[in-house]
């Protein structure tokens, strides 16, 4: 696995603690090569901009808006936007969601899916798939 997608809503939009700590993983992610996205089923527009900055500030490599792209999870098109946007193959990528139609969605879609509930659950199973080490 080279990619790292991840849901904003419900997933990367939690509590400060959380915040911090999803930026440890993703700065962990990308010093050991994994690309790293944001895939949101919002609309886009203005009210997106707590979203885009993410990669502005470069703390992901891309984020991807199902409004700009006319796809939405969990349609293969949105995930194919999303690895895209990495330069990936879906099936080189892992998509964390909150929305258990959305992981089945990547799964049947080829990508590896992590359903996410509580950081400390998922951070288990994302270290796990990429071999990252680190206390986050």
């Given amino acids: ?13 939690g509590t400060d603690e959380d915040q911090r ?3 440890n993983v993703f700065a962990a992610a990308r010093a050991n090569g994994i690309a790293t996205a944001v895939l949101s089923n919002d609309p886009g527009g203005p ?7 993410l990669a502005t500030q470069g703390i992901v490599d891309a984020v991807v808006l199902s409004g700009e792209v006319g796809a939405e999870k969990p349609e293969t098109a949105a995930f ?3 690895a895209d946007a990495i330069g990936l193959p879906m099936n080189d990528c892992v998509m964390v969601d909150d ?3 959305n992981v089945r969605g990547a799964v049947e879609s080829g990508l590896v899916g992590v359903y996410y ?3 400390d ?9 990429f ?4 206390d986050f």
């Fill in 21 to 23: 700590r999803w930026r």
């Fill in 99 to 101: 929305s258990i139609v």
């Fill in 80 to 82: 194919q936007a999303a």
């Fill in 131 to 134: 071999g990252i080490k680190g």
């Fill in 47 to 53: 009210e997106a901009d707590p979203i885009r900055v």
């Fill in 117 to 119: 509930q509580q950081f």
């Fill in 1 to 13: 696995m080279r990619g790292l997608i991840v849901d904003y809503v419900g997933v990367l939009d």
């Fill in 121 to 129: 659950r998922a951070i288990v199973e994302i270290t796990g798939l």
